[in-house]
């Protein structure tokens, strides 16, 4: 038998497909198999012309390990999504555990949009910040209403486009319009008058439904030509301001009164108009609940008798202030003397929702007939300030004190009064908390020591006084009433009369210190407890213009007083 191995024929290497039989009698289902053969074939011979030498398996082709490689790579992919996914899910459901996602989405609105009006008309955020919002789901918010809040400013320069812009995009919703052309040294009244009137020409398709609008020019002239074009009916406007800043230098200037809004203002509530003249039309000041009026002289300046015609309109009314209207009186209080009625009064204007009244520089007489024609239950502050002798009005406060009378804020400045009309009012002032006498020559140690007195106690509420400016009180009697008002154990507990809410945190205790204080109250009132309630500590005393104060004496104030305010001597060599 031979070493060698069989000789392969060369067509096996050159055609490995093909395939010739080589034995005589051979089948495929024969066991004989060309790796079996015996190496003694002699396979030269014509029985056996060539070998059969099998191609490599399917699964090893390149073709096939190129496809198996592409079908790995989409199910990597199918897991990568699916993982993304899976990802997302897990972000979504870890975020749903925060508390901010479990508020309402109205409530999510509000504070987007609080947040948006916060930012300012001049933050160069805001642009960016709204332009990542695509959409605000809310059923009070719509997109448009960014653009009506804040204010829309109208003024010069890039501004003025602004108001532009934002008056296109705001489509139909209630706008605030502010027109502020003031005082400008800097540019000539034709230049400003030129502005203006482009303004308004701007803003003038918009004043149906302007919700509020607020004019400053400064002049009369220029309020004239600027208002003049406010002719139609304002069905929305609900807050009207019109301020004339040189109105001193300018009351020469008459022209016809100017009607606004045709007289059609039925949502109206607020009015505040200084030094225009707009014809005092009625229809225009129905229903208010603001009223403001100032800077108005001689001719130009309202009655009583339209005032009163204004006041019986708006029974809602909730601040009155009347501020540099002056008429020539010809019949003027004289000090010392009360200039009494010939009729009573019987036709009052009941106003039950007044709280804030302010009377400056409104004259004595005029402003004695219009308080003797109304009557205030709930009046809270008043202001009383140039009005010469004010015994008169003294005196109607103490006939509502009689009756009810909350006031907690009372300031008199530079006014003439009788100082025993004053103390007897201010026995009846149980309320009152603030009290300013500014520049009053009438206040003298009498009126402290009535404040300093136990037999009973006058406003025993009374936490800040001022007498700044007035000169007739010496330093013995502020030092008595500061003293007297002192608590008698400054580390006992405040008196009953403190609020509940300020000794207590939470509910369970406030309710039992109410009970504890109404049993105490109502053994006071049965004379079974000895307990006298005292005073409230006077925590802000101003003596600003007191010459007789001297720096000895702010030091002792500041021991026994929180705030003390005084221009003689510089706070910090107090410390």
């Not at 009290?435 to 800040?464: F, G, M, Q, Y």
Request: with cysteine.
């Amino acid at each position: 038998m031979s070493a060698y191995p069989a000789r392969i024929p060369a067509s096996v290497f050159t055609n490995p497909r093909r395939r010739r039989p080589s034995l005589k009698g051979y089948s495929p289902t024969s066991p004989l198999k060309t790796r079996n053969l015996n190496l003694n074939t002699n396979l030269t011979s014509p029985d056996f012309d060539d070998v059969y030498i099998p191609r490599p398996p399917t699964f090893m082709s390149i073709a096939y390990l190129r496809e198996a490689i592409s079908n790995i790579d989409v199910k990597m992919a199918a897991l990568t999504k699916e993982r993304a996914d899976l990802e997302t899910k897990l972000e979504t459901a870890v975020r749903l555990q925060s508390p901010v996602l479990r508020l309402p989405s109205e409530l999510l609105s509000n504070i987007f949009t609080i947040g948006v009006l916060q930012m300012g008309d001049e933050d160069p955020v805001m642009v960016a910040t709204l332009m990542l919002v695509w959409q605000v789901n809310s059923p009070t918010t719509q997109p448009q209403e960014l653009q009506t809040y804040p204010p829309l400013l109208v003024d010069i320069g890039p501004i003025l486009e602004k108001a532009r812009r934002r008056l296109m995009r705001s489509k139909s919703h209630p706008l605030d319009i502010i027109v502020n052309f003031g005082i400008r040294p800097t540019e000539s009244p034709h230049a400003i008058r030129e502005r203006v009137l482009l303004a308004m020409d701007l803003i003038h398709p918009a004043l149906w439904r302007t919700k509020s609008f607020s004019l400053t020019v400064p002049n009369r002239a220029v309020a004239h030509e600027a208002l003049i074009r406010c002719q139609e009916d304002a069905p929305t406007l609900e807050k009207l301001s019109i301020l004339i800043q040189n109105m001193q230098d300018d009351h020469h200037y008459s022209k016809r009164p100017v009607p606004l809004f045709n007289g059609r203002t039925p949502n109206l509530r607020s009015c505040s108009i200084t030094s225009f003249n707009f014809g005092w039309d009625l229809k225009l000041m129905n229903g208010l609940r603001v009223l403001k009026l100032g800077g108005y002289y001689n001719s130009d300046a309202p009655s009583p008798t339209t005032l009163l015609n204004i006041l019986r309109q708006c029974p809602q009314l909730e601040e009155l202030a009347l501020r540099n209207v002056s008429i020539d009186d010809p019949h003027p209080c004289i000090a010392g003397k009360v200039a009494e009625p010939e009729t009573p009064i019987t036709n009052k204007i009941h106003l039950p929702h007044l709280k804030k009244a302010s009377f400056f520089y409104s004259g004595g007489r005029h402003t004695q007939e219009i308080m003797s024609h109304i009557t205030f239950s709930n009046l809270e502050h008043l202001e009383l300030g140039y009005l010469e002798n004010i015994n008169t009005l003294l005196q109607l406060l103490y006939s509502q004190a009689l009756t009810r009378l909350p006031l907690k804020f009372l300031r008199i400045e530079n006014c003439l009064f009788g100082e025993i009309t004053f103390m007897t009012l201010i026995r009846r002032l149980s309320s009152l908390v603030t009290l300013e006498l500014v520049d009053n020559e009438d206040i003298s140690n009498h009126t402290l020591k009535v404040l300093a007195s136990a037999s009973p106690w006058p406003c025993p509420r009374l936490e800040r006084l001022s007498v700044s400016g007035c000169l007739c009180f010496d330093w013995d009697a502020l030092r008595s009433l500061i003293e007297n008002r002192l608590p008698a154990n400054p580390h006992a507990l405040k008196r009953y009369h403190t609020s509940v809410a300020s000794l207590v945190s939470s509910a369970s205790a406030a309710a039992a210190e109410h009970e504890r204080m109404r049993t105490r109250q109502s053994q006071d009132r049965h004379g079974q407890s000895n307990l006298i309630a005292g005073p409230q500590r006077i925590k802000v005393v101003d003596v600003s213009g007191c010459t007789q104060i001297s720096k000895e004496m702010l030091q002792w104030l500041r021991m026994y007083v929180a705030s003390v305010k005084c221009d003689l001597i510089d706070p910090r060599s107090l410390a």
